[in-house]
């Protein structure tokens, strides 16, 4: 059974970086596609972007060019960096899987607890 | 502003049938799957139906899908007090090149 477990720092500083670590056990990271997804406090769900077993990766264009997904398959871990935060981005980011590995557009079938990230000074 | 419209809320009684819809466009749910997902608070998502009309194992068959043109919905029958939770239905879209998520329905079983 795969399971997935975010990390990183809980508070990070306006205009600073976000950096984020999605642990993968119980399967091979260099299968499927993987992705980030915020959710603001009290609020809907938001795609950051992917990174697929092809190493191509694609991020929502509301994010512009804050952000950068990548992959290390010697660790079996994913990342997320998201540059120039501000009050905007305090939310809980989960890291997921996708359902099929073939298929960027499946539903995302496993999903990390979330970890609450606040940006404050 | 999400990108699909769902409805804030819905409710019904134990027993009864509540459906939440899920409105969107072309571009997504008009060309693409339907996917949604159940989430109680403090929790993450978890994924109930996949492909529009399709349960991931474990799933109650209480909990079916639908799509029709730019719309979709999510029927829950026989409903539960432990079914109160958060819906958000999603779907590619083409214009993006990524997904979109509805804002999410909170289902109260009064």
């Known amino acids: 059974q795969v399971q997935l477990q975010e990390s990183g720092p809980a508070l990070v500083k306006p205009s600073g970086t976000l950096s984020l670590t999605c642990t993968v056990s119980g399967g091979a990271i260099s299968d499927y596609h993987w992705s980030w997804i915020r959710q603001s406090p009290g609020k809907g769900l938001e795609w950051i972007g992917y990174?697929?077993?092809?190493?191509?990766?694609n991020h929502n264009p509301s994010l512009k060019s804050r952000v950068t997904i990548s992959v290390d398959t010697s660790k079996n871990q994913f990342f997320l960096r998201l540059s120039s935060v501000t009050a905007a981005d305090t939310a809980v980011y989960y890291c997921?899987?996708?359902?099929?590995?073939?298929?960027?557009?499946?539903?995302?079938?496993?999903w990390g607890p979330g970890t609450m990230v606040t940006v404050s000074s | 502003q999400s990108v699909l419209t769902q409805p804030p809320s819905a409710s019904g009684t134990p027993g009864q049938k509540v459906t939440i819809s899920c409105s969107g466009r072309?571009?997504?749910?008009?060309?693409?799957?339907v996917h949604w997902y159940q989430q109680f608070p403090g929790t993450a998502p978890k994924l109930l139906m996949y492909r529009s009309d399709q349960r991931p194992s474990g799933v109650p068959d209480r909990f079916s899908g639908s799509k029709s043109g730019t719309s979709a919905s999510l029927a829950i029958s026989g409903l539960r007090s432990e079914d109160e939770a958060d819906y958000y239905c999603?779907?590619?879209?083409?214009?993006?090149?990524?997904?979109?998520f509805g804002g999410g329905t909170k289902l109260t079983v009064l």
């Open positions: 999603a779907a590619w879209d083409d214009s993006l090149s990524g997904p979109v």
């Open positions: 997921t899987r996708s359902q099929y590995y073939y298929d960027t557009r499946s539903a995302f079938h496993v």
């Open positions: 072309t571009s997504n749910i008009g060309s693409n799957y």
């Open positions: 990174s697929s077993y092809t190493a191509s990766t």
